[in-house]
Each structure stands twice: as C-alpha cells, then as structure tokens.
C-alpha cells in the first residue's frame, strides 16, 4: 500500500478514531478493543532524533508533521525509510490474563516488547512469536526502560525504539512483533502482528507503535 494509505490507517488509530465497522445494538453493548493497529517505521538514525522513553510522542509528531507534507505538496518533513500499519491480534491468552487483571486475579501489565522473523498468519490462538530473535544483544525490551506506554482518552498506547545494538546482528529481516507481560517467559503474549520485512542494517531505528481504543460495541 502507499504511504498516504498508511499514515491515513496510523492516523486514525493515534487519534482514536474508529475507522472499522462496528455493529452496535442498544441494550447489548460491551467494551472492546475496537481499533487494534499497529504501526511500524524504519528510520535513518542520522535523519531523526528519537529517544525510548518519549517514543510515542516524538513518532506521532514525525507522522504528522509527514501527513501535513502530503497534504500540503511540501517536503518539509523527514520520510521514513519503510512504514507500515496493520491490524493487531490480541491472543486468547492475552485476553484471559486482561480478564484477571480487571478481577484482581492477577497483578501483571504489559511490560516487554519482542521482534522476530517468523511470517506464519498471526491468529488468537498464538501464544509467542513463531521465530523470535535470539543471542548477539538480544533481549525483549521493557517499555519502563526503553520505551514508552500511555493512555490518550480510550487508547492505550504503547511504544518501542530498536536500535541496531539491540538485536542479535544486522543485516536482519523483521517480520513479527509481540507485545508481552513478561521479560523472557513463554505464553505470556498479549498481541502478535507480522507484516512485510523491514531489512535492518547498521545505523538504522525500528519503531513499534500500538494503538489499542476501547470502545463500546
């Protein structure tokens, strides 16, 4: 897809608006994660300046700021080198641990972001990344240290800054990305995306963006 399709799809989920059909019957509304999106960018570390621990609001601005370019026929703002946006899967396992969150059952939160190279169609069934990276530098990265979660309204956001010193060595091809309430441990994933390789190299920034609205529905 284009890039003006992609940022109208980032967009709309940074703004919590719900671009997806929704069938809605007085009397019978629940809440629901309605626009599930995830973003993912690939940057020149040399073009932009991003910090983990305020990535949400230094992409959005780097979204908009590329939008209103489109827009306008200007050229101002820096241009990703890839970015795509596509629907999240929140699993079943991710579903039931957000259940027992709500009942006290459980105390955990979404606290580690992970990538990979599996390309298997994400489903509800999923329980961990199909090939999540491993060795070199390697580790799932903690949105309290590295990068950055809030709420906007109804969304829930959560964000992540990869750099090229924190995979297992570059060249490498991202396919799949999980989000998780747990650093290391397997079946604690609470979303899993995949989506066209971005081929990582020295000097490059990959961005993780999450957008998850609640909505009645």
């Known amino acids: 897809m284009s890039l003006q399709t992609e940022l109208h799809k980032t967009l709309c989920a940074i703004d919590g608006i719900n671009t997806d059909s929704i069938s809605y019957t007085g009397g019978n509304e629940h809440v629901h994660a309605g626009v599930n999106r995830w973003t993912l960018s690939l940057w020149n570390e040399n073009e932009v300046q991003l910090k983990g621990n305020n990535i949400i609001d230094s992409i959005e601005k780097l979204e908009k700021e590329l939008a209103d370019d489109i827009i306008n026929g ?6 990703p080198k890839q970015l795509v946006c596509t629907d999240n ?14 009942t006290g059952e459980t105390s955990t939160s979404l606290t580690h972001n992970s990538i990979g190279t599996g ?11 199909q090939t999540e990276d491993t060795g070199g530098s390697y580790a799932r990265l903690g949105y ?5 979660r809030k709420v906007s309204n109804q ?22 990305s999980g989000v998780h309430w747990n650093v290391s441990t397997g079946n604690t994933m609470h979303a899993r995306v995949t989506f066209t390789a971005f081929s990582m190299t020295t000097g490059d920034l990959f961005v993780t963006q999450i957008n998850e609205l609640m909505i009645n529905g």
Do not use: F, H
């Open 155 to 176: 969304t829930a956001k959560y964000g992540m800054l990869w750099d090229d010193s924190k995979v297992s060595s570059v060249p490498i091809s991202i396919t799949e």
């Open 74 to 79: 200007t050229n101002k703002a820096v241009t």
């Open 119 to 129: 390309t298997t169609t994400p489903t509800v069934s999923d329980t961990d990344l």
């Open 89 to 102: 899967i929140i699993t079943n396992i991710g579903l039931t641990e957000s259940a027992k969150r709500d």
């Open 144 to 148: 309290a240290a590295s990068g950055q």
